[in-house]
């Protein structure tokens, strides 16, 4: 079992700029897929984007629309979620996902394709 753990969440205001951390549990190997999820009170939740295992191919939410940017540090196996001109939602909890996979251009995007979940980062914008 893989153990994630998120990092960055926050209050910030509408328009501003975000940047989540997704890190995974020491000795993983570099063949997991990575996603991200946020999920608002009494919501199911939504897949924000993924990145295979090489980096190479990443995949986002339709509503995202262009402002956030996935990427992964081999090297301290993290993933990031930069996020940009950040809307005034309703307050959601952000989860980072993860699954082996061989194909390095493998990007799930449904929540049954992952295997394993942190435990989130609470993200608020304020208007």
């Known amino acids: 079992q893989v153990q994630l753990v998120e990092t960055g969440g926050g209050l910030v205001q509408a328009g501003a700029s975000l940047r989540l951390s997704c890190a995974a549990s020491?000795?993983?190997?570099?063949?997991?897929?990575m996603g991200w999820f946020r999920q608002a009170p009494g919501k199911e939740r939504e897949f924000v984007a993924s990145?295979?295992?090489?980096?190479?191919?990443?995949y986002y939410g339709d509503f995202v629309k262009g402002r956030f940017t996935v990427a992964r540090e081999k090297a301290k196996n993290t993933v990031y979620l930069q996020m940009s001109s950040l809307k005034p939602d309703p307050t959601a909890v952000y989860y980072c996902?993860?699954?082996?996979?061989?194909?390095?251009?493998?990007?799930?995007?449904?929540?049954?394709?992952?295997?394993?979940w942190g435990q989130g980062t609470q993200v608020t914008v304020s208007s």
């Open positions: 990145i295979s295992r090489s980096g190479i191919r990443t």
């Open positions: 996902a993860s699954v082996y996979n061989g194909d390095v251009f493998y990007t799930p995007r449904w929540r049954t394709e992952y295997t394993d």
């Open positions: 020491a000795g993983t190997d570099s063949s997991l897929a």
